[in-house]
């Protein structure tokens, strides 16, 4: 057993665990590591944010560092260390190699959040009209880049099994550099508020991700007025974080589409709705607000990519369309059909028990990570693409990284 074990967290934005699901992601990740044992640190590059999670209170350290800047050097050099975790592949881009570098034995560890290259496959799909196929991922710069990070990490953090397998398959990576961690839940709310103590729709998404803006949209252009037909009287409330002026300009009072903005809550607000509609087109990963339905009881209506990789086999806490005729009566349906929606209810207290309860995860976790600390050695030896991508990440990036560290210098 390792003493003094030490967590060392690079993060991409500092966490809002009340902004988006990623924030949400960032403090369960924390949670675990802290029953683990480990003293940890939390930095970024990012500027302090409105919304940040108050670091101190839950007794990790904050300390800000700078892109591009041999500061960060000296600072690990003293930290020293026992795990890294890398916050989405981009800030392993930039800290991986000093990382390496300067503390090798520490484990590397990638939180993918989701496949960005999925994710932005699927959008630029959508937006050019053709139907996805997988090949598109290969032709993403991106994906060059998450898988190299992927490569040159110890083990990469997956929320979704089928961007487990899509990784396997496409890109040949081997199964001992991935684990499965999906967001997880401590409990779920089996005495929420009963079917008739319930109304009105709701959306709820951070508004800086694309794939809920677009949903958002979707949902004024055409869906709504396909359930308002059936449902005159129907309410739908859209909450969200960082909601630009496009997002309030559709707000529409005679239609009932009102745009409310941040929600002090989650909770509140999905507790409160009968029926949670999460139309999205594109995107990757497992979705928070999905998870959070399940969780406060709130059946919901989605689509297959809504949906994917959170249910396996087990029946979904609604109902699972793509077109939006039948997606808007699988919505009136779920709103006024008092049976199916605690069937659907139900369904989703049951994909919690079997798949999202923390304690489901945390000692394989642990498990892991031990063996990780013992058998570091020879677990790099078996990875000699992640060794060699990170043998030339040191020999190029780190000589940019030092050139734009030089050149700022000047200026």
Same mark, same amino acid.
């Given at each position: 057993?390792?003493?003094?074990?030490?967590?060392?967290?690079?993060?991409?934005?500092?966490?809002?665990?009340?902004?988006?699901?990623?924030?949400?992601?960032?403090?369960?990740?924390?949670?675990?590591?802290?029953?683990?044992?480990?003293?940890?640190?939390?930095?970024?590059?990012?500027?302090?944010?409105?919304?940040?999670?108050?670091?101190?209170?839950?007794?990790?350290?904050?300390? $800000? %560092?700078?892109?591009? !800047?041999? @500061?960060?050097?000296?600072?690990?050099? /003293?930290? +020293?260390?026992?795990?890294?975790? #890398?916050?989405?592949?981009?800030?392993?881009?930039?800290?991986?190699?000093?990382?390496?570098?300067?503390?090798?034995?520490?484990?590397?560890?990638?939180?993918?959040?989701?496949?960005?290259?999925?994710?932005?496959?699927?959008?630029?799909?959508?937006?050019?009209?053709?139907?996805?196929?997988?090949?598109?991922?290969?032709?993403?710069?991106?994906?060059?880049?998450?898988?190299? $990070? %992927?490569?040159?990490? !110890?083990? @990469?953090?997956?929320?979704?099994?089928? /961007?487990? +397998?899509?990784?396997?398959?496409? #890109?040949?990576?081997?199964?001992?550099?991935?684990?499965?961690?999906?967001?997880?839940?401590?409990?779920?709310?089996?005495?929420?508020?009963?079917?008739?103590?319930?109304?009105?729709?709701?959306?709820?998404?951070?508004?800086?991700?694309?794939?809920?803006?677009?949903?958002?949209?979707?949902?004024?252009?055409?869906?709504?007025?396909?359930?308002?037909?059936?449902?005159?009287?129907?309410?739908?409330?859209?909450?969200?974080?960082?909601?630009?002026?496009?997002?309030?300009?559709?707000?529409?009072?005679?239609?009932?589409?009102?745009?409310?903005?941040?929600?002090?809550?989650?909770?509140?607000?999905?507790?409160?709705?009968?029926?949670?509609?999460?139309?999205?087109?594109?995107?990757?990963?497992?979705?928070?607000?999905?998870?959070?339905?399940?969780?406060?009881?709130?059946?919901?209506?989605?689509?297959?990519?809504?949906?994917?990789?959170?249910?396996?086999?087990?029946?979904?806490?609604?109902?699972?369309?793509?077109?939006?005729?039948?997606?808007?009566?699988?919505?009136?349906?779920?709103?006024?059909?008092?049976?199916?929606?605690?069937?659907?209810?139900?369904?989703?207290?049951?994909?919690?028990?079997?798949?999202?309860?923390?304690?489901?995860?945390?000692?394989?976790?642990?498990?892991?990570?031990?063996?990780?600390?013992?058998?570091?050695?020879?677990?790099?030896?078996?990875?000699?693409?992640?060794?060699?991508?990170?043998?030339?990440?040191?020999?190029?990036?780190?000589?940019?990284?030092?050139?734009?560290?030089?050149?700022?210098?000047?200026?």
């Amino acid at each position: 057993m390792i003493s003094n074990k030490r967590l060392l967290i690079i993060g991409f934005v500092w966490p809002e665990p009340n902004s988006s699901a990623a924030g949400g992601r960032m403090m369960q990740l924390i949670a675990l590591f802290k029953k683990q044992g480990y003293t940890i640190t939390f930095s970024s590059p990012a500027q302090d944010s409105e919304f940040m999670v108050d670091l101190a209170y839950y007794d990790v350290d904050k300390v $800000s %560092i700078a892109l591009n !800047d041999s @500061s960060f050097d000296s600072y690990i050099k /003293e930290l +020293q260390p026992t795990v890294v975790l #890398f916050d989405r592949f981009m800030m392993e881009e930039q800290f991986g190699w000093r990382v390496a570098e300067h503390c090798p034995e520490a484990i590397r560890i990638l939180d993918t959040e989701d496949l960005h290259c999925l994710r932005l496959a699927r959008q630029h799909a959508f937006k050019a009209n053709h139907t996805f196929e997988l090949s598109d991922i290969v032709e993403e710069d991106v994906a060059k880049r998450e898988i190299a $990070s %992927i490569l040159r990490c !110890d083990v @990469s953090l997956m929320v979704s099994e089928f /961007e487990m +397998q899509l990784l396997k398959s496409v #890109f040949t990576i081997d199964s001992s550099l991935l684990f499965y961690l999906p967001l997880v839940v401590d409990s779920f709310d089996l005495n929420s508020l009963l079917f008739d103590q319930r109304e009105n729709f709701v959306f709820i998404g951070n508004f800086l991700h694309e794939p809920n803006w677009n949903a958002v949209q979707y949902l004024k252009e055409s869906i709504w007025p396909l359930i308002k037909k059936q449902l005159p009287k129907a309410v739908l409330e859209i909450y969200g974080a960082y909601p630009s002026q496009k997002v309030f300009q559709l707000h529409n009072e005679k239609d009932d589409f009102l745009i409310k903005g941040r929600a002090e809550s989650a909770k509140e607000v999905i507790s409160k709705a009968r029926v949670v509609l999460a139309p999205l087109r594109f995107g990757a990963g497992i979705k928070g607000k999905l998870l959070e339905a399940m969780q406060y009881g709130t059946p919901s209506v989605t689509t297959f990519i809504g949906a994917e990789s959170m249910h396996a086999d087990l029946d979904w806490n609604g109902s699972i369309e793509d077109d939006p005729q039948e997606f808007a009566n699988a919505s009136v349906r779920l709103y006024q059909d008092e049976i199916f929606w605690k069937q659907s209810q139900q369904n989703g207290f049951s994909i919690i028990k079997q798949r999202y309860l923390k304690e489901l995860f945390e000692d394989e976790f642990e498990t892991r990570l031990s063996l990780l600390l013992l058998n570091l050695e020879p677990h790099r030896h078996n990875n000699f693409m992640g060794q060699m991508l990170l043998h030339h990440t040191l020999q190029s990036t780190k000589y940019m990284s030092r050139w734009i560290e030089e050149k700022n210098r000047k200026i």
